[in-house]
């Protein structure tokens, strides 16, 4: 089973910071990386092909494509490739916010 991480802004105690990260700011964001492309059809093939709609990060790791979804104020992110945690680490810190599980 992955671990699930949570990019988020919740645990914040500045009263004049944004507690949600939008999706304008992670367009912004996303646009200076270059390994970085948005979409909003996330599809997983395998035995069976499932598309997901929703607001994804792609981030392009070796022949990996791995998403970082903005869901509700936060962006979620597997673990599965150990890859990603210290990628997730650098966005959350860029983001101002914090990593969660779940």
Known sequence: MSQRYRIT??????????QTI???????????????????VF?????????????FFMWSYGDTQIPFRLYQGDLYV?????????????VASDLRADVAEG
């Open 43 to 55: 599809t997983v093939k395998g035995q069976t092909t499932m598309s997901i709609e929703g607001d």
């Open 22 to 40: 939008s999706l304008e700011e992670c367009k912004l964001y996303f646009a200076s990386k270059p390994d970085f492309t948005y979409t909003t």
């Open 9 to 18: 802004r919740a645990f914040q105690e500045e009263d004049n910071s944004p």
């Open 78 to 90: 597997s673990g599965t490739n150990e890859a990603v945690i210290p990628k997730m680490l650098e």
